[in-house]
Nanobody, 121 residues
Framework: QVQVVESGGGLVQPGGSLRLSCAVS????????IAWYRQTPGNERELVGS???????NYSDSFKGRFTISRDNHEYTALLQMNSLQPEDTAVYFC???????????????WGQGTQVTVFP
């Protein structure tokens, strides 16, 4: 069983920063790309960016420059550093991990439950 758990959300004032963490645990062979998404009520999930197994990040245009994704393959975690946060960044942030449970098995997607980020004065 693979679990994906996000943490680090909370309340922050405009201009502030937060760092979210995504931890992958359980029994698995390898972790591939890890992606961060966010979602506001009534809207679809929006891709923030992702990071490959080798540590190469990619970002959606809206988040380049303010958000940074990194990962620690020894700890099976990925981080989302968010700077210069604004009220429009208020959302639930989700982590998505591509995990291969066994060496010969096909990779599968696993989602976390999300962590709330609220930006307000």
């Amino acid at each position: 069983q693979v679990q994906v758990v996000e943490s680090g959300g909370g309340l922050v004032q405009p201009g502030g920063s937060l760092r979210l963490s995504c931890a992958v645990s359980g029994r698995f062979f390898s972790i591939g790309t890890i992606a961060w998404y966010r979602q506001t009520p009534g809207n679809e999930r929006e891709l923030v960016g992702s990071i490959t197994a080798r540590g190469r990040p990619n970002y959606s245009d809206s988040f380049k420059g303010r958000f940074t994704i990194s990962r620690d393959n020894h700890e099976y975690t990925a981080l989302l550093q968010m700077n210069s946060l604004q009220p429009e960044d208020t959302a639930v942030y989700f982590c998505n991990a591509i995990v291969r449970v066994s060496e010969m098995g096909a990779p599968s997607e696993y989602w976390g439950q999300g962590t709330q980020v609220t930006v307000f004065p």
